[in-house]
């Protein structure tokens, strides 16, 4: 019983307040929530409402990105679209190998082949490239496993304590030695 009445204790002290909040100012305040401008020149409210900057300042960012990018873009594809159009079909010259961007139709879509894009006889080669290197490192995976196996048959081990040193320093110190020795004049 004792918990029920610690959940009705907020109804008793809302009930308690009820008078306050039923006095006819307290009443115009929380159900209105207006107010009053400019007291001589009749009844000007204004009524208070969330804000609006988000809304307004994405309006005014869309406007300026499609200013800046859309239209020039729209422009440029009327233009090519009028006043150039798409290619026609003739005659390749004797001797004449075409580019790869000149199979394309549209201006635009030669703009894009030419400077933007990479042509097929490129992306073959490229491909053949990645499939060369992807075997090379499979022969050389294949190899140390090779390796492995022989010492393991074998019972070889594998030297860690040997370092492949390159033959230009050596040559230096060699150097410095033979000059200190004819300094030195053994």
Known sequence: MVGWSRLLLPAAQFAKNRAVLLTPASRNALQQQLRQMAGDHGHHHMAIKPSRFQWDKFKDLFHFYVMIGVIPITALVFYCNVFIGPSQLAEIP?????????????????????????????????ACHNLFEENEKAQIRQLEEEVRRKMSERNDYQAYYYRPTVAKYHRVSKEAADELEALRGD
């Open 94 to 126: 004797e001797g004449y190998e075409p580019k790869h961007w000149e199979y394309e139709k549209n201006p635009i879509s030669r703009f894009i082949a030419r400077y933007m894009l990479n042509s097929q006889q490129q992306q073959y080669e490229k």
